[in-house]
Every structure is written in structure tokens, then in C-alpha cells.
């Protein structure tokens, strides 16, 4: 390609990319505190600019287009590498608006997720009640004594101290987290590996809720995990549908490369494992703070309720736009 053809290809690119960068260079002279719309794809388009400059270089061309691409390739890589956007304010966007968007935009796979969770959960459940000794088969003896003496005897939950409160606050963010992560990874597994962990996590939890309301030990159960199971079973069913997503790009990834969707799918899907991060450790606060405390079931009921609710209408509403005001007709 001749001098000429190469920069009426990629003219319109280089001015706008040089646009951005005064845009960016502007706006941390003023110290303005929210420069992420700018930047947003700005890594793809300096890795571009880059690849420009090589071919230039290559090809022999005019010292003065050569010139022109290495200086804005050095303003580039002082706003790429220098560049660091506030936290908290993107925290704020994303929690308002990116988190929730994400999930609803994804939502057939949350809804696959969420499905294997429930009907494994309900199966396993009316199987233990249906047959009560079938719960031997689908728990350990040590798993199922432990479960007995913690919840059969709900002093067992309310004996904790304030430190015991803070250690177990730290055991359950590490033990959600690792089993979220295990759920978004299986998913390359085809996807097997993501339904297999939510089946799992649903027919242990409807096993052990079976088995309690046997032996009427169930409101123990019930109040214990009412609240902080809002964020903390509504995480892993995201994260088990983020993993479904990596699956389905594996399998099934249209005209791109398996490895190109791939990539895309777990981008895309990053989104939604930062919101899980952040739901279970809401979740591990909740339960090693709130959840233990003895109070009576009508107070654990209804604030479990009120989480379950808050979490609906948060995930169904936050972050979409508004619409319009209606105009009034001229008289």
C-alpha cells in the first residue's frame, strides 16, 4: 500500500484518536474526577495506533507521517500508563448502573442458572421428605452429625463472640468466593462444570432443608439463612450463569474463533463477577454478623424478606434510564 492509500485509510482514526488524548490530557490538568468515558477504549485503540506506526516504519515511509504516529504513540502511552481513573467514583457507576445493566443483559443464562439450581434444589428436598432414609445416601455420616447438632440445637448458632464473629466473617468471604470462581471456571468445561456445581449447591442445600424439617428442626434453618442467602445463593446462580455463557461461547461460537469468543464471552462477563464479589461479601457480613443472632423468627423472617426484596428490585430496576418527560401540546 502506498503512503498516500495508508493515511486516507487511517486519517480519520488518527485525528480522532488525537482528539481523545486532548480530551484526557485537559482533563487531568482541571484534576476532573470522572475521565472513564474517555478512556473507555482507549487500550485498543493505542494497541491499533501502535500497529500503525510499525507498518510506517516497515513500509518506508515519509519521515514527517512517521514523526506525526511516534508522537501521538508517546502522548498515548503517558495517558495509558499514568492514567489512574478515581475508585469511587467508578465504583458508584458500576454499582448504580453497570452491575445490574450486565445482569439483565445476560439474563437467558442467569435464568438457565438459576433453574438448575431450584429444581435440583426441589427434587432432592420432596425425595428426602418422600423418604427420609434416603438423606444417608446423599449426605456423610460426619457431614450429616454436624449438621444435626448445629441446627437441632439452635443455641449452636447464637454462642459465638465478637471475635469468632470476625473470623468467620473472613471464612465465609474466602469460601463463597473460591466456590463462585469454581462456578465461572467450569464453565469452559463446555458448561458442564458450572451446571454440575450449581446441581450440587442446590440438592446439598434442599438434602439439608429436607432432612431439618424431618426431624422439625427446619425454622432454625430458616432463619438463619433467610437473609444472608438473598445475596449469597443469588451470586453463585450469576456466577453459574457467567460460567454457562464461557461454555456456550466454546461450543457454540458462531463466525468468530472458539478462542476469540471465548474472550469475548469473559469479558463481558467480568462485569458480573466483580457484582459477585461484592454480593458475597455483603452476604458474609450478614451472616456472621446478623444471621447467628437469636431473635425471634417473625424479626429474622422479615428482614431476610426485606433483603430478598431490596436485592429483586435493585437487580430489576437500578441503572436503567429514564424515560422522557412527556411534553405538553403547544396551546
Known sequence: MRQQQFEQAHNAFWEQLASTLTRLEQGQRRQQPDLAEGIDHFADDYRRLCHHLALARQRGYGPALVQRLNALVLRGHRQLYQYRPPLMPRLRAFVRTDFPRTV???????L???????????LIWLLVAWQPDRIHSVLGGETLASIESMYANERGLGERGSDDDMLMFGYYIYNNISVAFRSFAGG???????????IFNGGFFGAVAGHLVNIEAGEALFTFVIAHGAPEITALILAGGAGLRLGAAVLAPGQLTRLAALREAARSGMPVIYGVILLLILAAFIEAFWSPRLLPAEIKYSVGAACWALLALYLTLAGR??????QEPPP
Request: net charge positive; aromatic share 18%.
Open 321 to 326: 434510564e429514564r424515560a422522557p418527560a412527556a
Open 188 to 198: 469452559l468445561f463446555f458448561g458442564v462444570g458450572a451446571l454440575f456445581i450449581m
Open 104 to 110: 439483565r443483559a445476560q439474563w437467558p443464562w442467569h
Open 112 to 122: 438457565a442458572s438459576g433453574l438448575s439450581f431450584v429444581i435440583a434444589m426441589a
